[in-house]
């Protein structure tokens, strides 16, 4: 069975460019989350999902960041404009709601803006 | 005050011997912990969750949980050179949420 996919892997990009994540969770999953992780203030989650509904996305740093889930096979993290402190790894995650809050985690798509 | 506190470390232990991780929160309405290890470079995978006061084993692995103090641990018995790595603890906080830690970085030598 396949697991969260996550692209771009990584991503170098210029300060004031439009960044696009994205995200394929695991089938079946009704949760998706997005998460940030960074050195100084480890996993954060941003926003999550449920039937692809918003549920909370107080995590969320500013109006720059956005995220959708056009259907449950599909999810976009977007940053505009992108500036260096948002260099960071960016974990999609998903999980069921009949396994608890168990969560299985992408590969992580590595981000560095310069 | 966070939510979930961890040491950062790292955490030295020799191989072969017990490693002990720790971990507090400070939400007494959390129902459900869990460990993640996560390898340099790597995403975080799930090793453990525990939902019950008390101990939990898992091969090499036992998570504590001891809801009254509001910590959780995870010891690993017969510590590897490969067990080194950056262990997240994470405690539900709400529906499907999970709120983790810093991590705490385990070093196992040869």
């Known amino acids: 069975d396949a697991g969260v996919i996550q692209s771009p892997r990584h991503e170098v990009t210029e300060m004031g460019q439009e960044v696009t994540l994205r995200c394929k969770p695991i089938s079946g999953h009704d949760y998706l989350f997005w998460y940030r992780q960074t ?29 959708k889930m056009p259907n449950a096979s599909f999810s976009t993290l977007k940053i505009q404009p992108s500036e260096p402190r948002d260099s960071a790894v960016y974990f999609c995650a998903s999980g069921r709601t009949s396994s608890g809050n168990t969560i299985y985690f992408g590969e992580g798509s590595w981000l560095t803006v310069v | 005050q966070k939510e979930v506190e961890q040491n950062s470390g790292p955490l030295s232990v020799p191989e072969g011997a017990i490693a002990s991780l720790n971990c507090t929160y400070s939400d007494r309405g959390s129902q459900s912990f869990f460990w993640y290890r996560q390898y340099s470079g790597k995403s975080p995978e799930l090793i453990m969750f525990i939902y019950s006061n008390g101990d939990k084993e898992d091969g090499r692995f036992t998570a504590q949980l001891n809801k009254a103090s509001q910590y959780v641990s995870l010891l690993i018995r017969d510590s590897q050179p490969s067990d080194s790595a950056t262990y997240l603890c994470a405690v539900n906080g709400g529906f499907q949420k999970l709120v983790f830690g810093t991590g705490t970085r385990l070093l196992v030598s040869p």
């Not at chain 1, 449920?50 to 107080?58: A, E, H, K």
């Open chain 1, 39 to 67: 050195m100084m203030r480890g996993l954060e989650l941003l926003i999550y999902f449920n039937n692809n509904v918003p549920i909370d996305d107080s995590g969320m740093p500013e109006d720059r960041f956005s995220a």
